[in-house]
């Protein structure tokens, strides 16, 4: 493969304006297409072969037209202390943004807001909920201003009104101010690392238009745009990164004396051979998010898997390509006039630091490794405590609109009515149908954690009932779950007395139930993740050591990092300094999304190391000088694609969507450990205690593992036994 990459990497160098223009008709292709696209249809959130699932599914065939995908707005109105809202001043306020609000053109339905349910028992709040006859998305300007108008007019007349819903809430956040400041963190550091403009640029021109094309291809192929979120993190993340791994290995070519388009061929032979490696593993990892089996989170993983692919790409033929343009500007400055068989000093200047933290660790391995092991360990005890769920209006802001909708009628109605149960009836096979509903009924009233039942709603050939049962406490209450489980444990009883059947959905119950089915799909994802890395590693290292090694230190990284996690989000820590509105249970799908990126990430950075290390150990060094040696080449680069990294991720961290919030700081939080901790501690310490038993494979093992020569060996030695011809690139050194 090496060999395949060095020959693409001086095809792409000498055919510079070729790829560079393939690549710009890619970009206006894929941005043609995304524009030509018709809007993406939100399919909604479904979990296939959950009850809650099921029954929704029975709801839309014995219930036609009343589950339309339409959005919905919830009104609600709080009178001023010691007043009630059905007072007639109050009422007539209400009424008015009622009737302002049902007279627009897209609006379906309009409930009545001083109905017996609608009213609180103190009479202090009142809601009205607002149908509309078109999705979210598809809600013009004029009805969304219609309604934040009429909320207005409300809060002028002395209430308090708020709005949740569908036709409030807006899509996705795809960027912003404290993104943008990740991209400059990012700028700073290549710019340190590089000490030159054109190198620091490079990387993030090539992200950036891989990521444009990613993006872009996503819309143009009709994903909604709540899959672009994690696509948008990686793209720019692992773009910057591969590319900074390139430009990197092209530097030190030149500075070995290789001219311009042969640096640029084994740059993208060597270090681009990794960046396939790694891409690869980032790929499997988010396509292998399938298996939890939810469509919501197979698209996100297949579209930044997509997104990935293409930065692979861009970072073997586009940044080659502009190497080409600028071959001697990407060069420090003392380099750039320099002949191009000039080879550098050696011995001169200070020791690296890489090498000389590698010295550091190398001395002291065992008491190294102890005290990082046992940091992490301390780290992720908080994740002993995870519990998954998914945040709903509760994690608003209380900024929010929705937050303060939501407070307001947990205030006036109880924790529960925020997520009511819908509780369906399937009387079909029933002698009495009737009787089975009402019997479904009597058994809510009585089961411990109900607040309210309500009257059970036949469909028009009536076989099916719909009840609503709300909880006594909130939907993402650790008792709430267990109420669910309570009355689903009870249908057998009431299958075996009526002929009925009973099943359980609702928003709420659908939370709980995509909860347990990635819970329960974790294990499985984790075992085959840790199984592939062993065994890649294997190939790539030949050896058997190393990667168990890399898998153990992959696990602590993961683990430490669901640590802080929960300590932010479940326990409050630094809360209200990261803008954590409120606590609560971890997004269900964050786990399975963190193991799956810092996999591929993890042995991203494991590779870059470890490869250095063995090279220097192939070529005689002891254990102990060939990790040394190993740091002297990668450490600086790797720390600086970390940063990077951590910049990008914690960029998120400063959106107002708690999820987003949330995996941006898992993601930063799991580079941070893997990135500094792993790989550049544990890793070097581990490998000075093993001596050179890491580095054997038996024999058996050698013969049937594949030899991809991910490290470059085989083009080395090959370019090291082709005779002395002059440089051809002599031209543009």
């Given at each position: 493969?090496?060999?395949?990459?060095?020959?693409?990497?001086?095809?792409?160098?000498?055919?510079?304006?070729?790829?560079?223009?393939?690549?710009?008709?890619?970009?206006?292709?894929?941005s043609f297409a995304a524009l030509s696209a018709p809007a993406a249809e939100e399919d909604g959130f479904s979990i296939p072969g959950t009850e809650s699932q099921k029954a929704f599914d029975l709801l839309d065939e014995r219930f036609p037209g009343d589950n339309a995908e339409g959005a919905d707005a919830r009104i609600v109105f709080a009178a001023p202390d010691g007043q009630k809202v059905t007072a007639r001043e109050n009422r007539a306020a209400v009424e008015k943004v009622v009737d302002t609000v049902a007279r627009g053109e897209q609006v379906k339905d309009a409930s009545n807001p001083f109905a017996p349910e609608a009213v609180s028992e103190d009479s202090g709040t009142a809601f009205a909920t607002v149908t509309y006859s078109a999705s979210g998305d598809d809600l013009s300007e004029a009805t969304s201003a219609a309604l934040l108008e009429a909320v207005e007019d409300g809060r002028a007349a002395g209430l308090t009104v708020e709005v949740g819903g569908s036709a409030v809430d807006g899509g996705p956040e795809l960027g912003g101010i404290t993104e943008l400041i990740g991209i400059a963190v990012a700028a700073l550091v290549l710019f340190i690392t590089f000490r030159a403009l054109v190198a620091a640029g490079l990387p993030l021109v090539t992200a950036l238009i891989g990521l444009g094309a990613g993006v872009c291809a996503i819309v143009a192929a009709g994903m909604s745009t709540t899959t672009i979120t994690l696509a948008l993190m990686l793209g720019l993340a692992v773009g910057i990164d591969y590319a900074l791994f390139i430009v990197s290995r092209y530097r030190a070519e030149r500075a070995e004396g290789q001219g311009a388009e042969e640096a640029?061929?084994?740059?993208?032979?060597?270090?681009?051979?990794?960046?396939?490696?790694?891409?690869?593993?980032?790929?499997?990892?988010?396509?292998?998010?399938?298996?939890?089996?939810?469509p919501m989170l197979t698209d996100m993983g297949l579209a930044a898997a997509g997104t990935v692919v293409i930065a692979v790409l861009v970072a073997l033929t586009l940044l080659p390509a502009l190497l080409g343009f600028f071959p001697q500007a990407v060069l420090p400055r003392t380099r750039r006039h320099a002949p191009a068989s000039a080879a550098p000093a050696v011995g001169r200047g200070k020791e690296p630091a890489g090498s000389r933290w590698a010295r550091l660790v190398v001395r002291r391995p065992l008491a190294t490794l102890l005290l990082s092991v046992a940091g992490l360990g301390i780290v992720a005890i908080p994740a002993l405590d995870l519990r998954l769920g998914l945040p709903g209006d509760e994690a608003q802001p209380t900024s929010t609109t929705q937050r303060r909708a939501y407070d307001a009628l947990a205030d006036g109605f109880g924790p529960g009515f925020n997520g009511p149960l819908t509780v369906v009836v399937d009387a079909k096979d029933a002698d009495d149908a009737k009787g089975a509903a009402a019997r479904a009924r009597g058994a809510l009233s009585a089961t411990e954690g109900i607040a309210e039942v309500s009257p059970a709603t036949f469909n028009k050939t009536g076989d099916t009932a719909t009840i609503a049962a709300v909880p006594s406490t909130g939907p993402a209450a650790g008792a709430t779950k267990d109420l669910v489980r309570t009355i689903r444990a009870s249908a057998p009883e009431l299958k075996a007395e009526t002929g009925a059947s009973m099943w359980v959905t609702g928003q709420t119950a659908m939370n709980i139930d995509v909860s347990t089915k990635v819970t329960a799909a974790l294990a499985p994802y984790l075992a085959v993740v840790v199984g592939l890395a062993v065994l890649l590693l294997m190939v790539v290292f030949r050896s058997v050591l190393v990667p168990l090694k890399a898998a153990l230190g992959f696990l602590l990284s993961v683990a430490a990092s669901f640590g802080v996690i929960v300590a932010v989000f479940q326990w409050g820590w630094l809360a209200d300094q990261l803008g954590v509105a409120q606590?609560?249970?971890?997004?269900?799908?964050?786990?399975?999304?963190?193991?799956?990126?810092?996999?591929?990430?993890?042995?991203?950075?494991?590779?870059?190391?470890?490869?250095?290390?063995?090279?220097?150990?192939?070529h005689g060094a002891s254990p102990a000088q060939a990790i040394v040696t190993g740091f002297r080449h990668s450490a600086r680069v790797v720390v600086a694609a970390a940063v990077i990294m951590i910049a990008v991720f914690a960029g998120f961290i400063g959106m107002t969507d708690s999820m987003i919030k949330m995996l941006g700081l898992g993601l930063a939080a799991a580079v941070l450990f893997d990135a500094f901790v792993v790989r550049m501690t544990i890793v070097p310490a581990a490998l000075a205690l093993l001596g050179n038993a890491a580095w054997r494979l038996p024999r058996w093992l050698d013969r049937i593992l594949p030899d991809l020569d991910i490290e470059g060996e085989k083009l080395t030695r090959a370019l090291a036994a082709e005779p002395t011809s002059p440089r051809e690139e002599s031209v543009n050194a």
């Open positions: 493969m090496a060999s395949l990459l060095y020959r693409l990497g001086r095809l792409s160098f000498r055919q510079r304006r070729c790829f560079a223009l393939l690549w710009v008709a890619v970009l206006a292709a894929c640029a061929g084994r740059a993208v032979g060597t270090a681009g051979s990794a960046v396939v490696f790694a891409g690869a593993t980032v790929v499997i990892a988010l396509a292998g998010l399938s298996v939890a089996g939810v606590t609560g249970p971890v997004m269900s799908m964050m786990p399975i999304f963190l193991i799956g990126v810092v996999f591929g990430l993890a042995m991203d950075y494991e590779v870059f190391l470890v490869t250095r290390v063995r090279e220097a150990y192939v």
